[in-house]
């Protein structure tokens, strides 16, 4: 629990203090001025938590000294329980809580982690052994600057714990003695606990103090003139709020007629346009689309135009902020429109940004003419007092929550814990700086209501689609979202229209019915449930980012290695290896280009007609392990149990099947979970989500390779914000996999990783294998070797650090022959080695993939004829135990699907002899997403004689 705790508050802190100690030694090259700078740094950062904190306990205690007095009388007239229900009554009237003595204390408590951090930090940082600073002999060991009668003394701390005094006197000097013994006992407490630490911390926090003095210093002033300054900053504020109003003050009798909206009425019917003229309406052609767009590009333009001329007629230049908003608003969007239509640009970020910018631009106008506060919410509202904890609960949802449930998903593709949890507390602070000044700057023109409703609205509608509307898009593998379909649908439109008009009156009427504590309760829950359960999650997920750390460093193999890659040489050995995503029909062009492919895969047979159950691993893979009852259209029958259950329920009626004398071992990363599997079997397999890192240090290591592990940790915060907006949104933050460039600019670098780690396993099969297994043994292997993006250079096995460019004369990506190639050739290895160990006779070889890829030419013809058919074509290789090893690869046109593996699989397991499917009739499938119990049917598919025929074809979609 202590590491637990260590991880989640202390190691991010620490992360940024060695990165801020090491830009400080580069600057001045001397580690003593290197802690100093950090200590500023530190103390900047945090200075403006401090300054609310502060805020808050002076608050707390002006209230508390207006009914100190009474609070006093009482205590000296009443006793017991008399005593107690009237001094509640006085501090519940008067306002006070105990959560107000808490909230203040925010300041002292923040103080710990960065205690805790420093300690740990510079008590073992190794490079500050031996090095002298300022009369300090060495950086790491207590000063012992003086010694008396044969005693050390130790000087820094005795010097920290003056600055620290000196500093209380003036901070306390018109304070209470309650809040003096506090400051004075913490000093003294420091003084204990730094006495005989390194040198080196306690030169941090001595300037720390010094710091702290400084600041007590400037607020003294800053009190001494304070009614001067008071006055000063109210004229200050009463001209910035004169100066920048952008409702222009009005006769009171003036009426307002329903035509002053106009520009707002004129955006509504261009951004309506833009959205019948987007890829998410399908029922229009591409000539009506092309129609609208043209149509709502010159609406917005004329928006433009009338925007200019009502800034003019209504003297915008008396509002300066309305002014400079609306002038580069236009500017930009019509830069933006011309690069479109005369240059030939991508025209969906025009449609995206002009309908945003455009909005803002016809409420400022509108707002001068008529005053939208009065319409959204009564004078007596405020809504201002929304603003903090809006702002408070979007930085966490956007920058902590939802970033840590998507890495406690796949934690192995990110980097150490500790550096993910820096990241996402960095952009916590900048996020959180930024909605400070917005904040600030609102109430200086007084326009906190105005921005409170904003934010508070904002927050909720996020809120709202993170967790109550998230959208079913599949397994995100390598950052490639796995069925995009989802994201280019009508019914997105229809949804996000329907959810906005819901929840906007529903917030329109709570706030204008005054219920702003209502929405304020709902902000603070959301941050108090949110906090709490990014613990939950990180906790759950503990052993996962735990174990990759360990192993990190390590090029040793893994425990398991053994029985992962031991096989029997008197038993049955079964081997299955899913190649993610490799298209089945590429096998005859693979063959015929590399001829030593068909030395290696003698005694195999390619049945080149085997169709996939989907178009994506999450639909097809169940019905490789478990056979036809795990196919989507078989799972769908149950609907009383999720997908999950169920998929795992079929694993473990595979694996009774194999029984006691076999061990299993599923290294499988979509569906298996341990718990439910037990639920099912007695057996115990082994269960492998994740590899781990020591395959990938171990092949770099005998390589002499050095990989970039990437950036991938930036994607958290593009998969964050892609969760919390609405579903037509999601496809500009998707944006083909490039997830928001700017978000993502190391992507390629992190995907070439994942693709090492899947290759290194490979590559080094020959060498971690073994045949010291006693029993018969069943192994399910997942690779994603062979799926996109592919980065596999043409000819050989080597990684490029960018995509393999080029397109054979055949239409099929150089990049996915090379990986396809790669691991057919990987593995071929791996066989030869099973021969030269004399195992491969007695082994059962499965190689098969869940699904193809989209480019598969012998498909054309059938695409052509009936539109989208998914992914059908999928590899399977089978070599039976007992064959002959010197048949050359046989080809079968049976007429089967991979979720016939297992059928040939048991007949050697059984010895029921060799099997034979020559299938009428075939199904295939393409959902339309899942939800937690079933997969949506998009498209269900009969197929009749030869997949490559378009005649075997026939929709029977229900």
């Not at 009463?238 to 035509?259: I, K, N, P, V, Y």
């Not at 998230?470 to 229209?497: E, K, M, S």
Request: charged share 20%; hydrophobic share 45%; proline share 4%.
């Amino acid at each position: 629990m202590l590491d637990f705790l260590y991880t989640l508050f202390i190691a991010p802190l620490e992360f940024w203090m060695h990165k801020a100690l090491l830009w400080g030694f580069d600057i001045t090259q001397q580690w003593g001025w290197a802690i100093i700078v950090m200590s500023l740094i530190v103390n900047i950062v945090i200075l403006p938590i401090y300054m609310k904190a502060e805020s808050w306990q002076e608050d707390e205690r002006a209230l508390r000294k207006s009914f100190e007095e009474k609070e006093a009388m009482i205590k000296r007239a009443y006793k017991g329980q008399e005593r107690f229900a009237m001094i509640t009554t006085m501090h519940r009237q008067a306002g006070y809580s105990p959560l107000l003595t808490l909230r203040s204390s925010i300041g002292f408590f923040l103080q710990i982690p960065f205690f805790f951090a420093a300690y740990h930090f510079l008590s073992h940082f190794e490079p500050l052994q031996g090095v002298s600073f300022m009369g300090l002999t060495d950086l790491s060991k207590p000063d012992e600057i003086f010694s008396i009668g044969g005693f050390a003394i130790n000087f820094m701390p005795i010097l920290m714990t003056v600055i620290n005094i000196a500093s209380a006197l003036i901070y306390t000097k018109n304070l209470s003695k309650r809040d003096k013994y506090q400051l004075y006992g913490m000093a003294a407490l420091f003084l204990v606990l730094l006495y005989n630490a390194a040198s080196g911390l306690v030169l941090y926090w001595t300037f720390n103090n010094i710091f702290s003095l400084g600041k007590n210093i400037v607020y003294d002033l800053v009190h001494h003139f304070s009614r001067k300054l008071a006055g000063l900053w109210k004229s200050v504020c009463a001209l910035t709020r004169r100066a920048f109003a952008f409702t222009r003050e009005t006769d009171s009798r003036q009426a307002h007629g329903w035509m002053d909206g106009y520009l707002v009425y004129l955006w509504a019917f261009a951004t309506l346009l833009a959205v019948l003229s987007s890829n998410q309406i399908t029922q229009l052609g591409d000539g009506a689309k092309m129609t609208l767009s043209s149509v709502s590009d010159y609406a917005f333009v004329l928006l433009a135009l009338l925007s200019l001329v009502e800034g003019v007629r209504l003297k915008i230049w008396k509002h300066p902020i309305a002014l400079v908003l609306v002038l580069f608003f236009i500017y930009y969007e019509m830069y933006t429109w011309s690069k479109w239509n005369f240059l030939g640009s991508h025209r969906r970020y025009f449609s995206l940004s002009a309908g945003i910018t455009f909005l803002a631009v016809s409420l400022i106008l509108t707002n001068l003419k008529v005053g939208l506060g009065k319409l959204l919410y009564p004078t007596s509202v405020k809504p201002a007092a929304l603003l903090t904890p809006a702002a408070i609960w979007l930085v966490i949802l956007l920058s902590f929550y939802l970033p840590v449930q998507a890495y406690t998903t796949a934690p192995e593709g990110f980097s150490r814990i500790e550096e993910v949890l820096a990241l996402l507390l960095a952009c916590m602070c900048i996020s959180g700086v930024f909605l400070w000044c917005i904040t600030k700057l609102s109430h200086l023109t007084g326009y906190a209501d105005c921005a409170g409703y904003t934010l508070a609205f904002i927050a909720l509608l996020m809120t709202v689609y993170a967790f109550l509307l998230p959208l079913n898009v599949g397994t995100i593998q390598a950052f490639i979202i796995a069925n995009t379909d989802p994201l280019f649908r009508t019914f997105n439109v229809v949804v996000d229209l329907a959810v906005i008009t819901v929840f906007t009156a529903l917030f329109v009427f709570l706030i204008r019915k005054g219920k702003v504590a209502w929405v304020k309760t709902l902000l603070v829950l959301c941050t108090v449930g949110g906090l709490l359960n990014t613990v939950v999650m990180l906790k759950s997920s503990q052993e996962a980012w735990t174990r990759d750390a360990e192993n990190e460093q390590s090029v040793e193999l893994p425990e398991y290695n053994d029985r992962l890659f031991g096989f029997t040489k008197t038993g049955h050995n079964v081997v299955v290896v899913m190649l993610d995503a490799f298209a089945g029909r590429h096998l005859d062009r693979i063959l015929a280009e590399n001829p030593a492919l068909n030395d290696q895969y003698r005694g195999f047979t390619w049945y080149r007609e085997a169709i996939s159950s989907g178009p994506s691993t999450l639909s097809s893979l169940p019905s490789i392990v478990c056979g036809e009852a795990c196919t989507p259209w078989q799972l769908n029958k149950e609907t009383d149990l999720s997908l999950a259950e169920k998929i795992n329920r079929g694993f473990a009626d595979t694996l009774n099947r194999f029984g006691d004398t076999y061990d299993a071992v599923l290294y499988e990363r979509n569906w298996t979970e341990r718990n439910r599997l037990a639920k099912y079997t007695a057996h115990q397999p082994l269960l492998i989500r994740n590899i781990g890192e020591s395959y990938i240090r171990r092949f770099t290591a005998q390589n002499n390779l050095t990989i970039d592990r990437g950036n991938s940790d930036t994607f958290l915060i593009a998969v964050s914000v892609f969760n919390a907006v609405p579903w037509s949104l999601k496809n500009f933050i998707y944006k083909d996999g490039r997830w928001i460039e700017r978000l993502m600019g190391e992507s390629t670098a992190a995907l070439v990783y994942n693709l090492y780690r899947d290759l290194a396993l490979f590559e080094l099969l020959p060498e971690v294998s073994n045949t010291r297994a006693q029993k018969n043994t069943f192994k399910f292997i997942d690779s994603e070797l062979s799926h996109y993006p592919w980065f596999t250079e043409p000819g050989s096995c080597k990684v490029l650090d960018h995509e393999t460019p080029g397109t054979r004369a055949d239409g099929i990506p150089e990049g996915q022959m090379a990986a396809e190639v790669c691991s057919l050739t990987t593995l071929g290895r791996w066989f030869d080695w099973m021969r030269a160990e004399g195992i491969f006779d007695n082994t059962t070889i499965v190689v098969v993939s869940d699904h193809s890829s989209g480019s598969v030419p012998e498909l054309n013809p059938v695409i052509k004829a009936h539109g989208v058919i998914g992914r059908p074509s999928s590899l399977l290789l089978i070599k039976p135990k007992n064959g002959n090893p010197n048949d050359p690869m046989k080809i079968s046109d049976d007429h089967l699907g991979i979720l016939d593996t297992m059928k040939f699989i048991f007949a050697d397991v059984e010895n029921t002899g060799p099997v034979r499917v020559n299938r009428d009739v075939r199904y295939t499938f393409v959902p339309d997403g899942q939800t937690a119990n079933e997969y949506r049917t998009e498209q269900f598919w009969e197929v009749k004689g030869s997949m490559f025929d378009k005649d075997s074809w026939k929709n029977i979609t229900p």
